[in-house]
């Protein structure tokens, strides 16, 4: 079964941290860029961090840059998200997904975990 499976998700106050993972099945999670997005109630799906296939590149969105950081473990089929210093605006659900370096398109989704940041 094709499935990407995010944990990590949680409650943390402002300036804490919390480490996402998906973890990945049913694909070659290797050949995927893989993805960090998050939305809120209302808003468009934004990406907030991407790393290509080997780990070589990233990219991260302005707001996040220099408190959140993309790894991945391909011998583990698991995608990270490592964030820190968070800020109330950070809560939302996150959502890992893939494409193939080929497609300009995510079309493999996990189906999100909520962070909420508190004051």
């Known amino acids: 079964q094709e499935q990407l499976v995010e944990s990590g998700g949680g409650l943390v106050q402002a300036g804490g941290s919390l480490r996402l993972s998906c973890k990945a099945s049913?694909?070659?999670?290797?050949?995927?860029?893989m993805g960090w997005f998050r939305q809120a109630p209302g808003q468009q799906r934004e990406l907030v961090s991407s790393?290509?296939?080997?780990?070589?590149?990233?990219y991260y969105e302005d707001s996040v840059k220099g408190r959140f950081t993309i790894s991945r473990d391909n011998d583990r089929n698991t995608v990270y998200l490592q964030m820190n210093n968070f800020k109330p605006e950070d809560t939302d659900v996150y959502y890992c997904a893939g494409r193939l370096p080929t497609s300009g398109l995510y079309d493999w989704w996990g189906q999100g975990t909520q962070v909420t940041v508190s004051s």
């Open positions: 790393i290509t296939s080997t780990g070589i590149g990233t």
């Open positions: 049913g694909r070659t999670f290797s050949e995927y860029h």
